[in-house]
């Protein structure tokens, strides 16, 4: 079994009071709306990693619920993440519902299920259904309603997480990588710098490690993976993910330049990680 790493919140101050605002937010309102329906909320992503950036972090929720909800049941749900959304604009509350059984088994047996992000609500989605948020939930997950994961039946199999992972490698960031290539006038962009190196970054971590990690850890992982020139490109990364600046070192072009290059090697070398 793989070691678990999940954070204790108990007694601590852990997750963040705007965290637990929203969340005991959306709790009052969906328990007003359909009592009984949701009876666990957990936190995956960064906040299971200790990392939180006030007014740019977002919540990624799983809410298990004690059946799967009809489709009136779905329309209240709708309602309520309308009315989270205007109280609260930020943090984004994103996440998805499933039941105890879709946790225990193979996400690829879980259905289509009512899921949002940044506002937008989907009837039938697979916003972050995938092997990475079970493992997240598992490994670092942080409990606010229900049994405590470590007394969660939860699905994992370190085999196939880095299967999907490779996939979203070749898949994925390889096809960003060329457009990274083909439009280098973008790669300048702050947004786009800390999107492509922690993003690329975090899948070489799991596939060079078999340990997940957040995006301040791929960050930081930068150096050891790829090489002590790439220390200035991940400083910008971070910079940008924790307070929406750049640190500006480097000028565009340089810094549009660093990241084409980076984007092929990071994703080459990733790839060579068999999974």
């Given at each position: 079994m793989h070691p678990r790493e999940r954070r204790s919140s108990a007694g601590s101050l852990w997750p963040p009071p705007e965290v637990r605002q929203v969340c005991d937010t959306y709790l009052s309102m969906v328990d007003e709306a359909a009592p009984g329906l949701v009876e666990g909320l957990y936190l995956h992503g960064s906040l299971g990693f200790g990392e939180w950036y006030a007014g740019r972090s977002d919540v990624d929720f799983v809410a298990v619920t004690s059946h799967r909800p009809d489709s009136a049941t779905v329309r209240l749900l709708r309602d309520v993440h309308d009315r989270v959304a205007e109280t609260f604009p930020r943090p984004a509350y994103d996440g998805f519902y499933c039941t105890w059984t879709d946790l225990a088994r193979p996400t690829a047996s879980c259905p289509d299920v009512p899921c949002t992000l940044g506002g937008?609500?989907?009837?039938?989605?697979?916003?972050?259904?995938?092997?990475?948020?079970?493992?997240?939930?598992?490994?670092?997950?942080?409990?606010?309603?229900?049994?405590?994961?470590?007394?969660?039946?939860?699905?994992?199999?370190?085999?196939?997480?880095?299967?999907?992972?490779?996939?979203?490698?070749?898949?994925?960031?390889?096809?960003?990588?060329?457009?990274?290539?083909?439009?280098?006038?973008?790669?300048?962009?702050?947004?786009?710098?800390?999107?492509?190196?922690?993003?690329?970054?975090?899948?070489?971590?799991?596939?060079?490690?078999?340990?997940?990690?957040?995006?301040?850890?791929?960050?930081?992982?930068?150096?050891?993976?790829?090489?002590?020139?790439?220390?200035?490109?991940?400083?910008?990364?971070?910079?940008?993910?924790?307070?929406?600046?750049?640190?500006?070192?480097?000028?565009?072009?340089?810094?549009?330049?660093?990241?084409?290059?980076?984007?092929?090697?990071?994703?080459?070398?990733?790839?060579?990680?068999?999974?």
């Amino acid at each position: 079994m793989h070691p678990r790493e999940r954070r204790s919140s108990a007694g601590s101050l852990w997750p963040p009071p705007e965290v637990r605002q929203v969340c005991d937010t959306y709790l009052s309102m969906v328990d007003e709306a359909a009592p009984g329906l949701v009876e666990g909320l957990y936190l995956h992503g960064s906040l299971g990693f200790g990392e939180w950036y006030a007014g740019r972090s977002d919540v990624d929720f799983v809410a298990v619920t004690s059946h799967r909800p009809d489709s009136a049941t779905v329309r209240l749900l709708r309602d309520v993440h309308d009315r989270v959304a205007e109280t609260f604009p930020r943090p984004a509350y994103d996440g998805f519902y499933c039941t105890w059984t879709d946790l225990a088994r193979p996400t690829a047996s879980c259905p289509d299920v009512p899921c949002t992000l940044g506002g937008t609500f989907e009837t039938q989605g697979r916003l972050d259904v995938n092997p990475v948020t079970w493992h997240e939930l598992a490994w670092h997950g942080e409990t606010v309603r229900g049994a405590r994961l470590d007394d969660v039946e939860i699905w994992t199999d370190l085999r196939v997480l880095r299967e999907y992972s490779h996939g979203n490698l070749s898949s994925y960031w390889q096809k960003q990588a060329d457009a990274i290539a083909q439009f280098p006038a973008e790669a300048s962009k702050p947004e786009i710098v800390t999107w492509f190196v922690l993003g690329v970054t975090r899948l070489h971590h799991l596939l060079a490690t078999d340990r997940l990690t957040s995006k301040d850890g791929a960050g930081r992982h930068v150096v050891d993976a790829f090489g002590e020139e790439w220390r200035i490109l991940a400083a910008e990364a971070l910079s940008y993910r924790a307070t929406g600046e750049r640190i500006g070192v480097l000028p565009d072009e340089e810094l549009a330049a660093q990241l084409v290059a980076f984007a092929q090697l990071s994703v080459r070398e990733s790839l060579a990680l068999r999974p």
